[in-house]
């Protein structure tokens, strides 16, 4: 069963970017998140994993009346804010807990566990 793995963070817009652009400079330490993502692919579990970037940086496309608004911003005020995601492909609920309680996150982090629906008529446009 597949469960995606939800990264969310406090970080302010202005701290990530500097986090961020740190973490791309030539030789700069991957460390924990570098293993982490080696042993869930080794275990051969891990099916996708993304990084995003900062929720200040969303623009929305809201529907009403049937006619789409588009705003600059995410979808909703939260104190929280989407980081990333990994997608595991595992027995069961408790090995995707097990899987997000090996995650390096950091203090004020949270990740989120839920299961990710399959076999949804519009899924066989993925592979038609």
Do not use: N
Request: net charge negative; no cysteine; proline share 5%.
């Amino acid at each position: 069963m597949k469960y995606a793995l939800l990264i969310y963070t406090e970080t302010s817009g202005e701290e990530y970017h500097r986090i961020t652009t740190g973490l791309r400079q030539p030789g700069a330490a991957q460390g924990p998140w570098t293993d982490y993502t080696r042993a869930a692919r080794e275990a051969g579990v891990l099916t996708g994993a993304e990084q995003l970037a900062h929720s200040e940086t969303a623009t929305t496309v809201r529907y009403t009346d049937g006619a789409p608004l588009i705003t600059d911003g995410p979808y909703l005020e939260t104190k929280e804010h989407l980081l990333g995601f990994y997608l595991v492909d595992v027995d069961d609920l408790d090995a995707a807990l097990d899987w997000a309680r090996q995650m390096p996150v950091h203090p004020g982090q949270t990740v989120e566990v839920r299961a990710v629906l399959s076999g949804m008529p519009w899924q066989r446009a993925l592979t038609e």
